[in-house]
């Protein structure tokens, strides 16, 4: 099936710095790719919707000076983490859809991110 | 508005014995279902899916979930658990599948024990 992959898998950082995080389709393309985040023995919650060539669509009360999310390419998506603090410590994962007839989404490894 | 519920927080199976995990959804129109599983350190990987047609639906691993409209649920099931099938499964709902036609909604998810 199609691969999904993110960088960094870990990331810890200094409450106040900004925290990229790289999604990448390995082997297809997505013109659109949905960012998620799930807290400790929780459901995965969609944050924004990336649209390549155009501003992401994000989710109520998602900050979106906060996570900034640009779809650079057909096959590349960042999520950056402003500015972060200890409460936006949390598991990122992104996913991409495939077009055509399975249409299916797949998931990226996710990210962990810890503020200090 | 759409949601998807999973009664069932942390289940614990012998190696060998049958499986059945729940999920009921919420949708006002015709839904698309899915069951993600995700083990520790990996992405999310689809099992199987639910678009039309036959209700009863064959995935990888030896899953199956059946559509049960009237019941709004979508079990997964499996006859004869492995110690490998340990993980985190979360039905998910869709609006549409993939692409622009939307994002998932996930339920809390079930964490999946096996004893030797």
Redesign the interface.
Known sequence: GAVVSQHPSRVICKSGTSVKIECRSLDFQATTMFWYRQFPKQSLMLMATSNEGSKATYEQGVEKDKFLINHASLTLSTLTVTSAHPEDSSFYICSAPTSGRSDTQYFGPGTRLTVL | AQS?TQPD?HITVSEGASLELRCNYSYGATPYLFW?VQSP??????LL?YFSGDTLVQGIKGFEAEFKRSQSSFNLRKPSVHWSDAAEY?CAVGAG?????G???????TKLSVKP
Request: charged share 10%.
């Open positions: 998807v927080i993600y350190g990996q992405g999310l990987q689809l899916k979360f599948y993939g692409g622009s036609q994002n998932l909604i996930f339920g809390k998810g």
